[in-house]
């Protein structure tokens, strides 16, 4: 029987699949038709990483871990697989085909992963309370930081968070734009507008503290497309609206946390980082929250202070920006490049605000 990239959401493994082709033909197991077909053993070694960091439950409480609260978190394997990572990993939800796709993929080596394939299974992190240590230490730290960075000392600070382990988490998210990409910023304008030599970042005695970058020092902030670019201008009803068409003139490297929980599991799993990141996502999403949150205009600008030492960390670490989830537009997001001048821009035009929609709800 072979399978074929189409059984597979991951874009890891699909590439892989390819390589390992023998043909094109019907797959065997999701039916696609003229398809690239593998050998489902090809693939063991992408798939053995994964699988390792399940163990059977009743041997772990026979190891001593406690499993209370976690019932939840156990059940079959490919019935965990859906769950734990749900359309990361496969093209279907059935795990009926998933235990007949694992069963293909470990064919050879069926006997010793029988207990596995056989029993309930569960996160070995689960019950690792040694880990999770690891992980809200950071997350106290992070905490201790933001409190301390806010309300008591500014520079001099006694609460000290693990940079070494934020960097590697952060690695985890390096996101690629390559030259010529094209973003947008606006600014609320006149019918005749701003020309674009004026939709670039304010000079930096004019820069206000903002998400990612403090006073004085200007970054510039741009959005993925122009509906976001118009919800971030906060503009009002038939406000003109100055919208600049920004490229960029080299290729980028920011750090995306708009979707931490976006991530393929196969190529963190081969590269022995899954367990660490599965660990530390919630500390990741809480980054994220900080960094995406509602800007109120009643908000206190000391509010910035930890996404400000935040995005300074990342520029520290050579990145060109951050990447973070829109607040005003949640299916768009925003990128502060650290270095504006990597980016160019190429033309300006007016657009006019004809409607507004508003969602409320009474408190």
């Known amino acids: 029987m072979r399978c074929c990239g189409d059984c597979f959401s991951s874009l890891y493994i699909k590439p892989i699949i ?24 090809e693939i063991i070694p992408q798939f053995r990483s994964l699988v390792d960091l399940y163990v059977p ?14 019932g939840g978190s156990i059940g079959p394997l490919s019935e965990r697989l859906l769950i734990d990572f749900g359309p990361l990993l496969f093209n279907t939800e059935d795990p009926i085909k998933v235990q007949k796709l694992l069963e293909a993929i470990f064919e050879e080596e069926l006997a010793d992963y029988r207990v596995v394939f056989s029993e309930v299974v569960l996160f070995e992190h689960l019950c690792d309370f ?12 992070w905490e201790n930081f933001v409190n301390e960075i806010k309300n008591q000392n500014r520079f001099h600070l006694s609460s000290q968070v693990n940079l070494k382990a934020i960097e590697r988490l952060l690695g ?12 947008y910023r606006g600014r609320i304008s006149e019918s005749n507008g701003y020309v674009k030599e004026e939709m670039g970042n304010p000079p930096s005695a004019s820069a206000r503290p903002g998400r990612a970058n403090p006073a004085g020092i200007s970054y ?10 118009l919800y971030e201008t906060r503009a009002a009803l038939f406000d003109y ?19 931490p929980q976006i991530y393929d599991p196969l190529q963190l799993a081969e590269a022995e980082r899954l367990k660490d990141f599965l660990l530390h996502l919630p500390f990741l999403q809480i ?7 509602p800007v109120r205009r009643s908000d206190n600008e000391l509010d910035y202070l930890p996404t400000q030492y935040l995005s300074e960390f990342i520029k520290s670490l050579g990145y060109d920006g951050v990447e973070y989830r829109s607040s005003l537009n949640p299916s768009g997001y925003n990128v502060a490049i650290f270095n504006p001048e990597k980016f160019e821009c190429k033309k300006a035009y007016v657009h006019e605000i004809h409607k507004i929609s508003f969602s409320h709800s009474k408190l």
Do not use: M, W
């Open 241 to 259: 609206v100055s919208i600049g068409e920004f490229t960029a003139n080299q290729e980028i490297r920011v750090i995306n946390l708009r979707e």
């Open 130 to 141: 040694s880990a999770y240590e690891d992980y809200h230490k950071l997350a106290t730290e």
């Open 18 to 41: 390819h390589a390992f082709s023998t043909g094109l033909g019907s797959c065997d197991f999701c039916l696609s038709q003229n398809v690239y077909l593998c050998d489902p053993r």
């Open 220 to 229: 510039l902030y741009l959005a993925e497309g122009i509906a976001t670019t």
């Open 57 to 70: 439950a009743e041997a772990a409480a026979s190891a001593g871990y406690s499993l209370d609260g976690l």
């Open 287 to 293: 980054l994220e929250k900080e960094l995406s949150k």
């Open 172 to 183: 985890n998210h390096v996101k690629h734009y390559p030259a010529g990409k094209i973003f």
